[in-house]
């Protein structure tokens, strides 16, 4: 049978942002208790009494532990070097078809050819995003004027931080405490591309410099 402390822990451990409000000491343990009340009863079948939640989140605040990797997180992102801002991007999606992957080609040869354009693409299962610096809109409605376009955003920006070849090691949850910091803040990500040493994050222009502040603030 399920104990209280059990349900209670169980329902703390769904949230990641939970826990490091705990951790860091900044939980209301009763306002916590009233709001997973109704979960713990559910789970337990009967009613349940806040204080005896209270009781359980006080013992479990001990056994919880930051995230075993926060150390490798921090060491990576003190490695990182400069932050690269791209503006004026637009990012548009078009529907996979037959002939999709050879219009890619064709934009990517056109794209080298023009200096100082941004662009990135990933194919899904079934679509492709494109991202591309202003500049090349007219480029890229060209080529792919036969394609089925299904969404289109405008006045992004790009935030790249990149590490050094020399740095080796692999560091798990780097992307959740970049994005957790981000959506503290209600920062609104449109797209994440990276890629072995590079970490681009695509946002609103109206939020690239609290993103660059953030990012910045976590490099140390």
Do not use: C
């Not at 059990?6 to 009763?30: H, K």
């Not at 994440?192 to 953030?214: D, W």
């Amino acid at each position: 049978m399920v104990t209280i402390a059990e349900a209670t822990e169980e329902i703390v451990n769904r949230s990641a942002f939970l826990q490091e409000a705990i951790l860091d000491g900044i939980i209301n343990y009763s306002a916590l208790a009233r709001k997973i009340k109704p979960d713990v009863e559910k789970q337990l079948f009967k009613d349940v009494q806040e204080g005896a939640i209270v009781m359980a989140l006080k013992r479990m605040a001990p056994r919880l532990s930051r995230h075993h990797h926060e150390q490798d997180i921090m060491e990576y992102l003190q490695h990182t070097g400069e932050i690269i801002v791209r503006s004026d991007l637009v990012d548009l999606a078009y529907k996979n078809s037959p002939t999709l992957s050879e219009k890619q080609s064709q934009l990517l040869r056109n794209v080298q050819n023009v200096n100082d354009v941004f662009h990135a693409s990933t194919k899904g299962v079934y679509e492709t995003n494109i991202i591309l610096s202003r500049s090349g809109l007219e480029m890229i409605e060209k080529v792919f004027e036969s394609e089925t376009m299904i969404m289109r955003i405008d006045n992004l920006a790009s935030v790249t931080i990149r590490t050094p070849e020399s740095y080796k090691k692999d560091v798990p949850g780097v992307f959740y405490y970049i994005t957790k910091m981000f959506a503290w803040k209600a920062i609104n990500v449109v797209e994440i591309i990276s890629t072995k040493h590079e970490i681009t994050f695509i946002v609103g222009k109206n939020q690239v410099n609290e993103t660059f502040r953030i990012l910045q603030e976590l490099k140390g």
